[in-house]
């Protein structure tokens, strides 16, 4: 398979990406990270740019994610509001746990949205859907559709026994 070529391909996978705990609030629309590919106060940036971002990235795709190597003395990262404000979070000599914690208090979504947000995607009031608790509650309901058995009997043809006894 090509996609599990490289360094740590376990990034590219599905089941990885989903699991990126990090959901940026809606209002963020660049989140950039600053640091160097040299030096022990940058490890815990590298260590997030390389494990953390590709989660980020898939779990937000309006946001976008922009990293810059070698451009300052201490790591940073900084965030883009829609309202044209910044915030600029330091991460110097922290690990990417740390880093992670810290940016889903300052920028990430609350538990409670993100329940909440997963109830609406769940509940999706979809005219097609059919049953208990829905806007029609059998599919006899919907145009086009064959009338219940019980109110209408199915012609014999489309019937299972009529069917393989007319075989024999």
């Known amino acids: ?86 915030m600029l979070i330091d991460i110097d000599s922290k690990n990417r746990q740390e880093i992670l914690q810290h940016l889903s208090i300052v920028v990430g979504k609350s538990e409670a949205t993100l329940k909440a947000e997963t109830k609406l995607a769940e509940k999706q009031d979809n005219p097609a859907n059919f049953g208990i608790g829905c806007m029609k509650h059998c599919i006899c309901e919907i145009p086009g559709q064959l009338p219940c058995p019980g109110v209408v009997p199915v012609p014999k043809h489309m019937r299972g026994k009529f069917k393989y006894q007319m075989k024999e």
């Not at 090509?2 to 599905?14: V, Y």
């Not at 600053?34 to 390389?50: C, I, L, P, Q």
């Not at 795709?61 to 404000?85: A, H, L």
């Open 1 to 86: 398979m090509p996609f599990m070529k490289g360094r740590a391909p376990i990034r590219r996978t599905l089941q990885y990406l989903n699991a990126g705990q990090l959901m940026l609030k809606d209002k963020v629309k660049i989140f950039s990270v600053n640091y160097n590919t040299y030096g022990e106060h940058h490890e815990g940036a590298r260590d997030f740019v390389f494990w953390n971002i590709p989660q980020v990235q898939y779990k937000n795709p309006k946001v976008q994610v922009v990293t810059f190597k070698n451009m300052t003395p201490s790591p940073f990262i900084r965030c883009y509001f829609e309202n044209g404000k910044q």
